[in-house]
C-alpha cells in the first residue's frame, strides 16, 4: 500500500539552502518581529479597530465624537486613545480644552486600508 504524503509536508527531505539563506537573510529581526507583534496585538481590538477606521474617515475627532461614532464609553475610548497614541498610531492636538485625535501617518491609513481591503477580497 503506498503511502500518502501530507499537503503541507515536503516532498524532500533536503532543503534548498539557496532560498533558506536568501529568505534568512530578508527576515525581520526578532525585535522587529515583537514590535510587529505588539501592533497587530493593538489592532486586534474590535472597539481600537473601530476607533482607528473612525479616524481613517473622519481625518479627525475628539473624544466625544468618537464616543458617538462607536457606541461606547468615553472611559473606553479615552483607555483605547492613551494605547493606540502611546503606540504611535495616533497623534493628538489640543485646541483650548479639547483634544481632537487623528491616524499618526500614511502608514496607518495604507495598513488600515489594505486589511480592509483584504477581507472584502475573500
Request: charged share 30%; aromatic share 4%; proline share 2%.
Amino acid at each position: 500500500m503506498e503511502a500518502v504524503a501530507r499537503l503541507d509536508a515536503c516532498t524532500t527531505v533536503e532543503p534548498d539552502e539557496a532560498r533558506v539563506a536568501a529568505t534568512r537573510d530578508r527576515l525581520v529581526t526578532p525585535e522587529e518581529a515583537a514590535r510587529l507583534a505588539e501592533l497587530f496585538r493593538l489592532l486586534g481590538d474590535p472597539t481600537r479597530a473601530q476607533l482607528l477606521y473612525a479616524l481613517l474617515e473622519a481625518g479627525e475627532l475628539c473624544v466625544c465624537d468618537l464616543t458617538e461614532t462607536v457606541d461606547v464609553s468615553d472611559t473606553a475610548v479615552s483607555h483605547a486613545l492613551r494605547l493606540l497614541r502611546t503606540a504611535g498610531i495616533v497623534a493628538s492636538r489640543r485646541s483650548g480644552r479639547m483634544i481632537y485625535y487623528r491616524l499618526a501617518d500614511a502608514h496607518v491609513r495604507m495598513l488600515l486600508d489594505l486589511s480592509r481591503e483584504h477581507l472584502r477580497h475573500g
